[in-house]
């Protein structure tokens, strides 16, 4: 009675590991590209957005790349917001 469980924890396993793998890549890519600060505040969406999908966390399928699409929305939307704040001080400073 126990091949339920298992194969229930087998499929957790693997959507764990795809999980790690997506965001360990998409922190890489943040941090090369904006740095650590950035890198940071995009896990944390991330994480956000992983808990904000619609799957149950022990679904046999979950689409992590559109986790990291909707963390890369909030990312864009923060740095385009730092870009204008900057470029309004400088215009004030002018």
């Known amino acids: 009675m126990h091949e339920p469980d298992l194969f229930s924890d087998s499929i957790y396993e693997v959507q764990t590991r795809l999980a790690e793998r997506e965001l360990s890549s998409f922190i890489a890519a943040v941090t090369k590209l904006y740095g650590p600060v950035q890198a940071e505040l ?3 969406d991330w994480l956000e ?14 689409n992590w790349r559109a986790v990291t699409i909707a963390a ?20 004030i400073d002018n």
């Open 42 to 44: 995009a896990a944390e």
């Open 49 to 62: 957005e992983s808990e904000l999908m619609d799957s149950s966390p022990r679904s046999e399928t979950r």
């Open 72 to 91: 890369s929305a909030r990312l864009a939307n923060r740095v385009n917001l730092n870009a204008a704040l900057v470029t309004a001080a400088q215009r």
